[in-house]
């Protein structure tokens, strides 16, 4: 039963074309972002967004899955639909942020680990019952010449491994989240390394916790340079890089790795999406779990006003069609121009 249940929702959420929608911003985070456009974060306000971000007409085409915060999962559009089921309707299947965020690792200076184990198995089971159908935790490395150390790839892998394995036991399917971040001045070659390792680390941890490979996605970060380093690089040379280190350390098994966007712009995540799609065919389908990448246009569009709704769903609308591009390695710049 639970392994039909995993195997309908990887049918459901791997879809040529398709992506993921992560709008699973934490309290502290959604905070943020809400400030950039003057916006309080208040119960309302993150429901307001969130309805309008559902809501989009036709989002459907070109995003398979939505990550929600567990707030959202009880919230209604003003004509009182169950954001859950807006999401249903438009054929988008619903998802849900399980871990509860990361804190200093003991023991390891500089290094973090995510928290979220305790209890999982019986909040997944509630999460269920509210029409959540897989979930996302988020392992965070942070890159220095000396981190993340040995203590901290094997800690957050091992977290990794085990909130899979009570996923699958569950019915739910996981999203792995392995984030190499991208703050700091560190080269592209250190991205990789790192990256690599990390990789390496947690598919030896899913291995040992009987995660079957087949009903998971992967989400990780591409190889890029530090955001303060000298050199940026374009998007041919970040599709060669990542592609090289996932090659070395993804099972073929895996269906489909869906990078999240980590602080790059809108335009520099899709241009690298559709990079890699054009280095030809892969092991694994290669598309989108963005957050920012996908809501930041929009955002700014809104700006917390009712009547700019339909602007800002016009400019989702436009970053998901456009990732939904990438995916067949179909976008060109031009594309960001034309409405
Ligand atoms: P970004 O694409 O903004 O990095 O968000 C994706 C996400 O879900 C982070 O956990």
Same mark, same amino acid.
């Given at each position: 039963m639970?392994?039909?249940?995993?195997?309908a929702t990887m049918?459901? $959420?791997v879809?040529k074309?398709?992506g993921?929608?992560a709008?699973?911003?934490s309290?502290?985070?959604?905070?943020?972002?809400?400030?950039t456009?003057?916006?309080?974060?208040?119960e309302? /306000?993150?429901?307001?967004?969130?309805s309008?971000?559902l809501t989009?007409?036709g989002l459907?085409e070109f995003?398979?899955?939505?990550i929600?915060?567990? !707030?959202t999962?009880?919230?209604?559009?003003d004509?009182?639909?169950?954001l859950?089921?807006?999401a249903?309707?438009?054929?988008i299947?619903a998802g849900?942020?399980?871990d509860?965020?990361?804190?200093?690792?003991?023991?390891?200076?500089g290094?973090?680990i995510?928290q979220?184990l305790?209890?999982?198995?019986?909040?997944?089971?509630a999460y269920?019952?509210?029409?959540?159908?897989f979930?996302?935790w988020r392992?965070?490395?942070?890159?220095?010449?000396?981190?993340?150390?040995?203590?901290?790839l094997?800690a /957050?892998a091992?977290a990794?491994?085990?909130?899979?394995?009570i996923?699958?036991?569950?019915?739910?399917v996981p999203?792995?989240?392995? !984030?190499?971040?991208?703050?700091g001045?560190?080269t592209?070659?250190?991205c990789?390394e790192?990256?690599?390792?990390?990789?390496? !680390?947690?598919?030896?941890a899913?291995?040992r916790h009987?995660?079957?490979?087949?009903h998971?996605l992967?989400?990780?970060?591409?190889?890029?340079?530090g955001?303060?380093h000298?050199?940026?690089?374009?998007?041919?040379?970040v599709?060669?890089?990542?592609?090289?280190?996932l090659r070395?350390?993804?099972p073929?098994?895996v269906?489909?790795i869906?990078?999240?966007?980590?602080?790059q712009t809108?335009?520099e995540?899709t241009a690298?999406l559709?990079a890699? /799609? $054009?280095?030809g065919l892969?092991?694994?389908q290669l598309?989108f779990s963005?957050?920012?990448? $996908?809501?930041?246009p929009a $955002?700014?569009a809104?700006?917390?006003?009712a009547?700019?709704?339909r /602007?800002s769903q016009d400019a989702l609308l436009?970053?998901a069609?456009?990732?939904?591009?990438?995916?067949?390695g179909?976008y060109?710049?031009?594309?960001e121009a034309?409405?």
């Amino acid at each position: 039963m639970t392994q039909g249940e995993l195997q309908a929702t990887m049918h459901a $959420l791997v879809q040529k074309g398709k992506g993921i929608l992560a709008a699973d911003e934490s309290g502290p985070t959604i905070a943020k972002r809400f400030k950039t456009i003057s916006v309080e974060s208040t119960e309302e /306000n993150r429901r307001a967004w969130r309805s309008l971000l559902l809501t989009t007409p036709g989002l459907g085409e070109f995003v398979s899955g939505i990550i929600l915060h567990e !707030e959202t999962l009880d919230q209604a559009t003003d004509d009182g639909t169950p954001l859950p089921q807006c999401a249903a309707r438009q054929g988008i299947v619903a998802g849900i942020k399980v871990d509860a965020g990361k804190i200093p690792l003991a023991g390891a200076p500089g290094d973090e680990i995510t928290q979220g184990l305790d209890g999982l198995a019986g909040r997944l089971a509630a999460y269920k019952r509210q029409g959540a159908r897989f979930a996302k935790w988020r392992a965070v490395y942070n890159v220095s010449d000396t981190l993340p150390g040995r203590l901290a790839l094997e800690a /957050n892998a091992e977290a990794l491994a085990r909130y899979a394995a009570i996923c699958q036991e569950q019915g739910i399917v996981p999203i792995v989240e392995p !984030e190499v971040l991208i703050d700091g001045d560190h080269t592209m070659a250190r991205c990789a390394e790192v990256t690599e390792a990390a990789l390496h !680390e947690v598919f030896h941890a899913l291995h040992r916790h009987r995660v079957v490979l087949e009903h998971m996605l992967l989400k990780p970060s591409m190889v890029v340079p530090g955001k303060t380093h000298a050199h940026q690089a374009a998007p041919a040379e970040v599709a060669v890089q990542t592609v090289r280190v996932l090659r070395r350390t993804v099972p073929a098994a895996v269906p489909s790795i869906n990078f999240l966007s980590g602080g790059q712009t809108p335009e520099e995540a899709t241009a690298n999406l559709d990079a890699m /799609n $054009l280095l030809g065919l892969q092991p694994w389908q290669l598309s989108f779990s963005y957050g920012r990448a $996908l809501q930041e246009p929009a $955002l700014q569009a809104w700006k917390g006003q009712a009547a700019h709704a339909r /602007n800002s769903q016009d400019a989702l609308l436009k970053r998901a069609r456009l990732n939904g591009a990438a995916c067949r390695g179909q976008y060109s710049a031009a594309m960001e121009a034309a409405d």
